[in-house]
């Protein structure tokens, strides 16, 4: 059970500040890249890069394919910051852990949060290979009040009883769709809901027939916790799933899956998630009201 001594808005507050007096510009747009995609962060220019070890509070990344690195540089002329690497509650971590980048994030001046992760098909129309745009997710640790909200609210970052209903920002969607068939990757990509498990382990097969009659057409390990806080936190949210593998739903399937291949997938899918997302950042205004630094 989570101390309600272990998060505090004034170490959120130091970490914000450590890094605001490192960096020349407040970002605007934050991107957490999944397992393989770290290589979005290399189209970044003016780039300044803490390894997670170095920055005060931050948890340190253990999974393979997460390089634990936040950069911080000039993407499509907007300042962003891009973690290179996430943290997972299989991992040990807390979910207030978990999600403190996202309130540090909040408090260095970020409007839009862009998710990605690695994720199984649970949909038979999804190919492996696929990008599916996060419509809405289904957040099983989250009903079973394994919630990164749960503990005193600091009214500073957002209500107590936050909405979900349009986590994922509807306009984002349908310009990131528009976006796609321009660049010509109509036959890739999917608008779905997609599904937070615990982890480590994949899932069996009478888990995955579950997940699917509850309406899931991906499912994954991370993202769900983020974008709460994201939402909570006010900041408009946008995620993408890179599909890596089919999740078995008969006991006949032989076709298997390990982390390795998944690290493999997005190594070739890069080039088309880093357009997109390169494309999405470009279409993206900000009002001048809109971007603030820390008090």
Known sequence: MQNKDDFRYEDCEETARWLLDRVQSPPVIAIICGSGLGLLADTLTDIKTFDYVQIPHFPTSTVAGHSGQLVFGILQGKSCVVMKGRFHVYEGYPLWKVTLPIRVFKLLGVKVLMVTNAAGSLCETYSTGDLMIIRDHINMPGLAALNPLRGPNDERFGPRFPSLWDTYDKDLRSTALEIARRLGHTDLIHEGVYCMVGGPNFESVAEARFLQRLGADAVGMSTAPEAVVAKHCGMRVFGLSL???????????????????????????????????????????????DKQELA
Do not use: C, P, W
Not at 269 to 282: A, F
């Open 243 to 289: 599909i890596t593998n089919r999740v078995a739903q008969a006991y006949e399937m032989v076709d298997s899956v390990d982390h390795t291949s998944v690290l493999e997938v997005g190594k070739q899918r890069s080039n088309v998630l880093q357009e997109l997302v390169t494309e999405l950042v470009k279409s993206i205004n900000f009002k001048e009201e």
